[in-house]
């Protein structure tokens, strides 16, 4: 057990805030300039604005260079991109100081001591982080893409309703999408893809997985969260041939739903190794704590507020929902005249009575 603890110290390093974000884009900015997919050289001016553009600085989206740098004199500002950016800068602030924030209220004494708690709450309680994360970084790059909008550019979408997916390999394709896509292009393509066989193609995706959780931090939680997605991706890959013929026999609405609850639930797990992973030196003691509160069965506190975390979680599923189905949005969008102002209003009013909190986003200590 001790072993396990000093394992779960994180290493204390003083970093530069944001250092992954821009170290990714400028990774990704010499790599395409090695492959000699930027035909043309690149101004100082150029360089520092694509590595320096304010609204992503902080935690993303990550830019490619060449989606952003061939747009970046010739910003374009109409009505249609107004209007998006609006409705991002609300949907956005909505979602971090009213859904994330608030269900960091609830959550919280929970994970001072988890295993006080009974099982239900914990489970409860663990949904409600995966929901937090969702609204806090969604909440975060719909202000960032609304800003840009503003100013005349586009910068890439980080979600699209994740938690509608209805298998781990789409989740994570709707889950931190430029992360998942710059792994994909900088890791695991480079270390052979599935171009050298179906065992070698999930190692590289394990690897490529362990990775990305060692960009989180470096702390065992971090690392094996990483490893656990690499794991489920690898075993769904696996066994999806046999979970296609197995499906004739019952009803396609019945097995979108249970292969969402399960996805769903497989990410919920995850979700521990993060939260351990952001507790920092007691990593790995926290999450046997949040074992024992997972075997409170008939003992153990109720977790206070959890009728209010339950509303929460279902706000953030209808906002998983507008991303999913992409017309919905665009019906909104088509009534901004009426709803701008209404939803600004009930904005105004919610940051009111949930807006007090003023937590920092949680993607700012990567």
């Known amino acids: 057990m001790e072993l396990w603890q000093r394992l779960g110290t994180s290493v204390e390093i003083l970093l530069p805030l944001a250092i992954s974000f821009y170290t990714f884009q400028l990774i990704a900015l010499q790599v395409d300039i090695h492959r000699d997919l ?3 050289k690149i101004s100082s001016l150029d360089y520092f604005l694509f590595i320096l553009f304010f609204p992503q ?8 260079s060449t989606d952003f740098l061939p747009k970046l004199n010739f910003p374009e500002i109409d009505k249609q991109r107004m209007k998006q950016g609006i409705f991002l800068l609300i949907f956005g602030l909505f979602k971090k100081s009213v859904l994330a924030d608030s269900i960091s209220g609830i959550i919280s004494p929970l994970y001072l001591e988890p295993d006080q708690y009974h099982s239900a709450s914990v489970y ?12 806090d970084f969604s909440g975060y790059t719909d202000i960032a893409r ?4 503003l100013l005349g550019y586009e910068i890439p979408e980080n979600f699209k309703g994740p938690f509608l997916s209805t298998s781990f390999r789409e989740f994570w394709g709707r889950w931190h999408i430029t992360l998942s896509s710059w792994l994909r292009d900088y890791i695991y393509i480079p270390l052979g893809g599935s171009r050298k066989g179906e065992l070698r193609s999930q190692w590289n995706m394990f690897l490529t997985m362990c990775l990305g959780g060692l960009w989180h931090g470096a702390n065992i939680a971090f690392v094996l969260w990483g490893a656990y ?65 997972f075997q409170n069965f008939f003992s153990g506190k109720v977790l206070p507020r959890w009728e ?13 929902a507008l991303q999913y189905f992409p017309k919905s ?37 990567f």
């Open 57 to 64: 600085l902080i935690a993303g989206p990550i830019m490619r």
């Open 124 to 135: 409860i309680g663990a949904f409600g982080f995966i929901c937090q994360v969702y609204c």
């Open 308 to 320: 209010e975390l339950l509303l929460f979680i279902l706000l953030t599923i209808g906002f998983n």
């Open 329 to 365: 949005t665009e019906k909104i969008e088509k009534r901004s005249r009426v709803l701008i102002p209404v939803f600004s209003v009930i904005l105004l009013l919610l940051l009111g009575v949930f807006g007090d909190g003023g937590g920092e986003f949680i993607y700012f200590q």
């Open 229 to 293: 997605l690499g794991f489920v991706l690898a075993i769904e890959r696996i066994l999806e041939p046999k979970l296609v013929q197995g499906t004739n026999i019952i009803s396609s609405k019945t097995i979108r739903f249970l292969r969402n609850t399960i996805t769903l639930n497989l990410f919920l797990i995850s979700g521990l190794f993060f939260r351990a992973g952001s507790a920092g030196k007691n990593s790995v003691s926290f999450l046997f704590d949040l074992m024992k509160g």
């Open 146 to 149: 609304g800003c840009a909008f």
């Open 38 to 40: 930027i035909p043309e």
